[in-house]
């Protein structure tokens, strides 16, 4: 019998899956490098809107560990599942497709997974759910396509058996991603509150535009400052200028020496110092927040 001859897509699903990879785990593993360097985020142009404001709202963060962590080792996974075939050679025929048929099924779970979880961040960009209105974040769409882009060529770039235990098995899987999902971000404690209010997109506005607000932490005026932000005053981009703080918290002391801070609370909002407390308005206007004051 004359061999079948295999699809084009089947042929090629599997290097694009690894490039695909690499252009994703090398996306994220740059976010996660920025992250911790401090260093502001190319091609975010506005400063405050869009990626900026995405990338530093408690949504971009799990228990305090970065999303783009995890993204990248999703991206890496996928990658390695998507070249197991390729590296291990089999001179056994039954062998070679029982290993390229568990890297399948694999990779079809984790795709499935990371689509769904992707799908959900996308679905908070476009809600509003971070900064109050819609945003674009380039780095987060780009991240998205490519993920869907992995998950449709493992379904339509490799053959099934069994199609219907494949789509169940598929819709397992999301239900099981979007539950624990939407868990981890509630035992946060409060975040969509957080979040969601005025305060809080406030606050996430004033760390993505790199104000601050120095203070001292046995200054009764900086309690009162941030007791204006409710439950969102953990998001306040705070600097603590008293040498010896309790708790273990981090002192900036030469930090608010040298930019001169003779009184507490003092913002710096857009290049301005702003002495003493001030209402959300207050700070909302200085520092051109546009978003809703719901």
Known sequence: MRKKTEPWLHRWSRPAIVALSLFGFSLTTYLTVTHFLGQKVALCSVEGSGCDLVLSSEYAKIFGVPLTIFGALGYLMLGLLAGLPLLLKRDDPKAQVQIKETANFLMFMVS??????????????????IGGQPQVCLYCISSAVTMMTIWLLTIFGNTWKDVG??????AIVAIVTLTGTLGVYASQGKIAAQSNSFAGRLAQHLTATNAKMYGAYWCPHCKDQKEK???????IPYVECAPNPPNGAKSE???CKQK??????????QGKMLSG??????????????????
């Not at 932000?229 to 998001?235: M, P, R």
């Not at 001169?260 to 909002?269: D, K, M, S, V």
């Open 253 to 255: 002391a030469e930090l």
């Open 165 to 170: 235990q494949l789509f169940f098995t598929g």
């Open 277 to 294: 407390e001030r209402t959300l308005e207050e700070l909302a206007n200085a520092s051109g927040y546009t978003g809703d004051r719901n």
């Open 112 to 129: 499935s997974s990371t689509f769904v979880f992707s799908g959900y961040l996308m679905y908070l960009l476009a809600s509003g759910s």
């Open 229 to 235: 932000f409710g439950d969102a005053k953990k998001l």
């Open 260 to 269: 001169g801070i003779e009184g507490y609370p003092t913002w710096e909002i």
